[in-house]
């Protein structure tokens, strides 16, 4: 089946530090989609990135999709960037989602 | 706008009670999903409808029923609850399938 694998699993920064999340998939891209869980439990889309680059203020998304990798870059890290990044991936079925990182940011 | 709201917040049941979980969007979305996360892991696909009228099985849609009442909303029925169910559930919708996902707050329910 389709296989999702998320790197690295826990990661912990120094606030104002930078970095970045890697998301392997196994079959072809139509749909790429990073999402942030808050500590609260709450989920909130990030990017739709099948392929190319997109930035949204400190974020950054990057798909390749003939190596089958997207990057999720954070620069300048915050305290409230903490929680757990998922990337969701498709190619022909719904979306599967990864294990996550999970990012603590200490000030 | 609410965006994507779920009711109950939180709910505890016994074994073999039965519940339905309900989901409503305001954003005139077409596609509606149900996802349960469980501890280290990600979320996976109960169920999804692409559009009004239509519902499919995603990963994991044993012990679970649901119903695209309507454009807006999209219940998920636990007929015969067991403790293998507790779990925290996400109702999320999408302008088309597959597109961006907006999900709501969740319900966390315990089945003892």
């Known amino acids: 089946g389709i296989q999702v694998e998320q790197s690295p699993p826990d990661l912990i920064l120094q606030e104002g530090a930078n970095s970045t999340l890697r998301c392997n998939f196994s079959?072809?891209?139509?749909?790429l989609q990073w999402f942030h869980q808050n500590p609260w439990g709450q989920l909130i889309n990030l990017f739709y990135?099948?392929?190319g680059t997109k930035q949204n203020g400190r974020l950054s998304a990057t798909t390749v999709a003939t190596e089958r990798y997207s990057l999720l870059y954070i620069s300048s890290s915050q305290t409230t960037d903490s929680g757990v990044y998922f990337c969701?991936?498709?190619?022909?079925?719904?979306?599967?989602f990864g294990k996550g990182t999970r990012l603590s940011v200490i000030a | 706008n609410a965006g994507v709201t779920q009711t109950p917040k939180f709910q505890v049941l016994k074994t073999g009670q039965s519940m339905t979980l309900q989901c409503a969007q305001d954003?005139?979305?077409?596609?509606m999903y149900w996802y349960r996360q469980d501890p280290g892991m990600g979320l996976r696909l109960i169920y999804y409808?692409?559009?009004?009228?239509?519902?499919d099985k995603g990963e994991v849609p044993n012990g679970y029923n649901v119903s695209r009442l309507n454009k807006r909303e999209f219940s998920l029925r636990l007929e015969s609850a067991a403790p293998s169910q507790t779990s925290v559930y996400f109702c999320?919708?999408?302008?088309?399938?597959?597109?961006?996902?907006?999900f709501g707050p969740g319900t966390r329910l315990l089945v003892l």
């Open positions: 999320a919708s999408s302008d088309e399938f597959q597109e961006t996902q907006y």
């Open positions: 079959d072809s891209v139509n749909n």
């Open positions: 990135i099948p392929s």
């Open positions: 969701a991936f498709s190619g022909n079925t719904p979306l599967v």
């Open positions: 954003m005139n979305h077409n596609s």
């Open positions: 409808s692409a559009s009004e009228g239509t519902t």
